[in-house]
């Protein structure tokens, strides 16, 4: 009789956490907003859970080389990341996230000043060219942190905006009729810039005809809005 009963209540709870199993909630995406910045033609969705800047540097160049080559066409990356009990939760990253997760040495004002939504992707012309578009609602601590920044972008975002050694200090360039901070490489061409289309919209990219390609898009955003 012990037997059967111990039994019984061993079936009884190897049922019970079947059932449990069977029954747990599916993982929860948190929803993507950030495709509203401007149109793309594609979207990948890049999990960075438990990576560090390396990895994740890593992991961002291997989408680069699989991307589709169509030319002119915009890929962006939506960076998730799992969170939760059982890592159930896939939590989309903010702009302070990635560029925390990118270890990027900007100053504390500036990464306070940034809005959540962002835009990181790639431009294929002839190759991919890789650019960030980063809002914020605070322009004097935006513009100032993206000056102070200027002394280590390269560096941080050299491993997958750069193939080439650049110049020691960014320039003046006026392009599409946006005032611009260009990084020059040892052959004289731009290899690294930066600009504000408006003062709620900073845009990083490789070279003039990607920063003139996203300038019409979030033109076209805007009135679409």
Do not use: C
């Not at 149109?39 to 390396?54: A, K, V, W």
């Not at 992991?59 to 998730?80: E, G, R």
């Not at 993206?146 to 080439?164: C, H, K, S, V």
Request: net charge neutral.
């Amino acid at each position: 009789g012990a037997a059967a009963t111990i039994l019984i209540v061993g079936g009884g709870a190897g049922l019970y956490f079947i059932y449990l199993k069977a029954n747990a909630p599916g993982a929860t995406t948190i929803p993507i907003k950030h495709a509203a910045i401007i149109n793309t033609e594609s979207t990948l969705i890049l999990n960075i859970t438990n990576l560090n800047r390396l990895n994740t540097i890593a992991a961002i160049n291997a989408d680069k080389k699989a991307l589709s080559q169509q030319l002119s066409a915009i890929t962006d990356i939506n960076f998730v990341k799992q969170s939760g009990i059982s890592a159930t939760t896939t939590q989309t990253l903010t702009a302070k996230e990635l560029l925390e997760q990118l270890e990027v040495q900007a100053n504390t004002p500036f990464i306070r000043a940034l809005a959540s939504d962002f835009i990181f992707g790639f431009h294929i012309i002839g190759q991919p060219e890789p650019f960030i578009i980063l809002k914020t609602s605070a322009y004097d601590f935006a513009y100032d942190g993206m000056l102070r920044w200027e002394n280590y972008l390269a560096t941080d975002l050299g491993p997958i905006f750069l193939a080439t050694t650049t110049a020691d200090s960014f320039e003046d360039k006026i392009i599409y009729n946006k005032d611009t901070r260009v990084l020059r490489g040892t052959d004289g061409a731009i290899r690294l810039l930066y600009s504000f289309n408006d003062k709620n919209t900073i845009i990083i990219t490789t070279n003039e005809t990607t920063f003139k390609n996203l300038v019409d898009r979030l033109r076209s955003a805007k009135l679409i809005r």
